[in-house]
């Protein structure tokens, strides 16, 4: 019976893990509150909540090995255990308590069931739960016919027409004309905003006079910066065409901290765009694809070599690669300036550790953190240099250009090359050198959503500080709009942000800078050559290496994508 924990349970071999922090408290209170009857079965339940915990989805068993391996988690206990000893120990355990398990198809009470399983994967139920939903959802827009509510002809005419188009962009247009479902695939400046742009376009036109008034479009993505950079950038083709924009979390009513429910509800909408897709996690692809009347149409546009969400499954990265989704991958870049940065982005999606040594050769490209105090103070100069104003830069407006211009990206928040004290370390610097009285114009990144301020978590910011006798003191803080107006705000209505001289590599998707300084420090390793791929293609002009040449090297052998039992259900 669940629920009650045994306190009497005793295992040597598990409590040797727990001895060396390989599981944690949460692990051995979860797998013992299932009341396993022998030690292989607590192993086995510990590491399903643990690699749960860690946002992958589902715990494959095969004949000799698993997936996720145990190496991929806790590195510094992993070093004390023999891995193929765990891994049997997980197997057994496995099988031992599959017997007490139901599985999909079984029965249809196999959803109450704490843990699931679909033939040799094994879930926690609300995994399960949405990966199931997922899977229906997605098979039944694949069957279904989206409802023709333009002239076809018209659509094709116009599409062809089209001289801006490449014959790329022109198929994803086609895809999704014809499908309830469809991607757009592709890495950063291959055009994928501009072709949903005049995807919308073409679509709106194609309607004759009586049925444009009905025609319900929403432009959508994970945060707020995100839904307002896409509609700004859908508006400059599609001027007269109404359109919604909306978070996802607001788009589907998720409120933060509330469970939601599949409470069957359908959105009104008869195209609904959904950028950065692959920010997406496993609940809210659930809840989106179960939100989408059927015959509408519904695009997936997105970067599937970029970051996993931080939270569970990689379901966009999985999706992309079905041979049952219509999709288009977009290959021509013309936002880089400078090929470098496209050079080492395909040096790292293809492994190859080779050509990064041209790499390290170059002074003013890498920056060896192997010399640590050096290295900082190289650091702190350049950001000196890029942060500073001159007194004919004090406009609002070129602060902006200024800040937008270089940015300083970290994949740790702690630590001598983390976010938090590279923040530190360049406000003193450049506070210390202001005149008393002087202002210091602070970038700040928003940390919480505010929509009745319109200002969202991501969206980059200046807080005006004054230097006095007494001390700094904080004045107002601006923001930027994407028409490039100004708005300004109390100090007093925004209390949630951070200083943004420095940012996380996370919080960084789908953001462009000119120029980029990436660091990359011990501990880096766990995040895989996605994390590294995504900083490299933040940058349109250039961009400079603060890591260690083993860092890079082991970097681009480790991938942080999270394989399900996804793509195996869709068959």
């Known amino acids: 019976m669940f629920g009650q924990i045994d306190k009497e349970l005793n295992f040597s071999y598990f409590e040797d893990l727990r001895k060396k922090e390989f599981f944690s408290y949460l692990d051995e ?17 510990a590491y399903l ?7 992958y989805i589902s715990l494959e068993i095969q004949k000799d090995t698993i997936y996720p391996l145990p190496k991929f988690f806790n ?27 139901l599985s999909f198809g079984e029965d249809k009470n196999f959803q109450k069931s704490i843990v699931c399983r679909y033939e040799n994967f094994f879930y926690l139920q609300k995994n399960f739960v949405f990966e199931t939903k997922i899977i229906k959802n997605v098979k039944e827009l694949l069957l279904s016919r989206p409802k023709e509510l333009f002239v076809e002809e018209t659509f094709t005419t116009l599409l062809e027409n089209e001289k801006t188009l490449n014959a790329e962009q022109k198929k994803a247009i086609q895809n999704f004309f014809k499908n309830s479902i469809s991607f757009i695939l592709g890495g950063p400046g291959t055009g994928k905003t501009y072709t949903a742009a005049h995807l919308i376009d073409i679509f709106y036109k194609s309607f004759d006079s009586t049925k444009k008034e009905k025609l319900k479009i929403v432009a959508t993505a994970f945060t707020g910066k ?14 007269d065409i109404e359109i919604d924009a909306k978070t996802l979390h607001s788009l589907l009513n998720i409120k933060e901290g509330r469970s939601k429910f599949f409470e069957g509800d359908k959105l009104c909408y008869d195209l609904i765009i959904i950028d950065e897709s692959s920010m997406l996690d496993l609940k809210i692809i659930a809840h989106l694809l179960d939100s989408i009347k059927k015959d509408s149409r519904v695009v997936f546009i997105g970067d599937p070599n970029q970051i996993p969400p931080i939270e569970s499954g990689n379901i966009f990265a999985e999706l992309s690669k079905s041979n049952k989704i219509p999709k288009i991958t977009l290959k021509r870049a013309v936002r880089f300036e400078n090929s470098n940065i496209l050079d080492i982005a395909d040096l790292i999606n293809l492994k190859n550790e080779k050509a990064f040594e041209d790499i390290f050769a170059k002074k003013d490209l890498f920056y060896d953190l192997e010399k640590t105090n050096q290295t ?3 650091l702190l100069n350049m950001a000196k240099t890029n942060f500073s104003l001159s007194k004919d830069e004090e406009s609002i407006d070129n602060i902006f250009a200024k800040i937008n211009n270089f940015k300083i990206l970290s994949s740790l928040k702690k630590g001598p090359f983390g976010v938090d004290l590279l923040n530190h370390e360049i406000f003193s610097l450049l506070y210390n050198d202001l005149d008393l009285n002087h202002h210091l114009y602070v970038p700040i990144i928003i940390t919480k959503n505010s929509h009745k301020l319109e200002l969202y978590n991501g969206q980059i910011g200046i807080l005006q500080i004054q230097k006095t006798i007494n001390g700094p003191i904080k004045k107002q803080i601006y923001f930027q709009k994407d028409d490039k107006k100004i708005q300004t705000f109390s100090i ?5 942000y951070e200083y943004a001289y420095s940012i996380s590599i996370h919080k960084s998707q789908g953001s462009e800078f000119n120029d980029v300084c990436i660091i990359l420090p011990e501990g880096s390793i766990n995040f895989g050559k996605e994390l590294f791929y995504t900083a490299v293609t933040r940058a349109k002009k250039d961009i400079c290496l603060f890591s260690t040449k083993k860092i890079l090297k082991d970097l681009i ?3 942080s994508f999270k394989k399900s039992a996804i793509l195996n259900r869709l068959i």
């Open 557 to 559: 052998k480790v991938s």
């Open 75 to 101: 590195v510094d206990s992993f070093l004390q255990i023999d891995e193929k000893k765990l891994i049997e120990k997980i197997i057994l355990g496995s099988d031992s308590f599959s017997k007490k398990v």
């Open 376 to 378: 900082k103070k190289d």
């Open 492 to 496: 007093y209505l925004i209390n949630y």
């Open 29 to 45: 209170f979860f797998a013992k509150y299932l009341k396993p009857q022998n030690e292989v079965e607590t192993i086995f339940l």
């Open 226 to 239: 995100a839904t307002s950079h896409l509609k700004s950038n859908i508006s400059k083709f599609s001027k």
């Open 49 to 55: 909540f643990l690699i749960s915990k860690n946002g």
